[in-house]
């Protein structure tokens, strides 16, 4: 297994896994926390004290993800240069993330297919959850602008990508027996960058 992409798939499907690389060992800093906080935005105030440049936690998730996605690039057999990197590329990128999936997608076959709590344990394979594919690809799609990539050529932005993320978003939702809807209004806009209409 990769340790660099089993890093990447812990941090972007755990969020609180992640640790801010600027935190300072000294402890004052974070005698400003609010009692109770949870360790990430204890992280995230002493990382406010002690960098002038601070990074909000999805600015330095983006970051990440891209210095990953480029590390896959260069271990890419045939070699593969990001300026030929395609929608397609991005959706075998995708596929071969689901082998570190910790996300059971039921197959039809299964007695347990469209129960959202399975009493019992079955054979179905681990999968990426939809949820954290779409926020790597937005992620993803935005850091290949910032650093410089054209956005009409921007491979996180095909229209390949997106259907193949509507489909699976569909097929979890059927197998898994959940409705991504729900989550989906409640959840705040994530990007500012919105797909168009398909
Ligand atoms: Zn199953």
């Excluded at 755990?14 to 402890?27: A, G, K, L, Q, V």
């Excluded at 960098?51 to 480029?70: A, V």
């Excluded at 890419?76 to 999936?101: I, M, N, T």
């Excluded at 799609?141 to 491979?155: I, L, Q, T, V, W």
Aim: hydrophobic share 30%.
């Amino acid at each position: 297994m990769d340790p660099i992409t089993q890093e990447m798939l812990s941090s972007s499907t755990e969020m609180n896994s992640f640790t801010i690389t600027t935190n300072t060992p000294n402890s004052s800093s974070m005698m400003g926390s609010p009692s109770g906080s949870s360790s990430s935005s204890a992280a995230a105030a002493s990382s406010a004290v002690s960098s002038p440049t601070t990074l909000s936690r999805y600015e330095n998730q983006k970051r990440r993800d891209w210095n990953t996605f480029g590390q896959y690039l260069r271990n890419h057999r045939p070699p593969l240069s990001l300026s030929r990197c395609s929608g397609a590329h991005v959706l075998e990128f995708l596929r071969y993330l689901d082998q570190f999936g910790k996300t059971k997608v039921h197959t039809q076959l299964c007695p347990f297919f469209g129960h959202p709590n399975p009493p019992a344990p079955c054979p179905c394979p681990l999968r990426q959850a939809w949820g954290s594919l779409d926020a790597l690809i937005g992620r993803l799609r935005a850091a290949y602008e910032e650093n410089g990539g054209k956005p009409e050529a921007n491979p996180f932005g095909a229209r390949a990508v997106r259907l193949y993320l509507r489909e699976v978003r569909d097929s979890q939702s059927k197998a898994r027996g959940i409705s991504y809807e729900k989550k989906k209004r409640k959840r705040p806009p994530p990007q500012p960058a919105a797909l168009p209409p398909p």
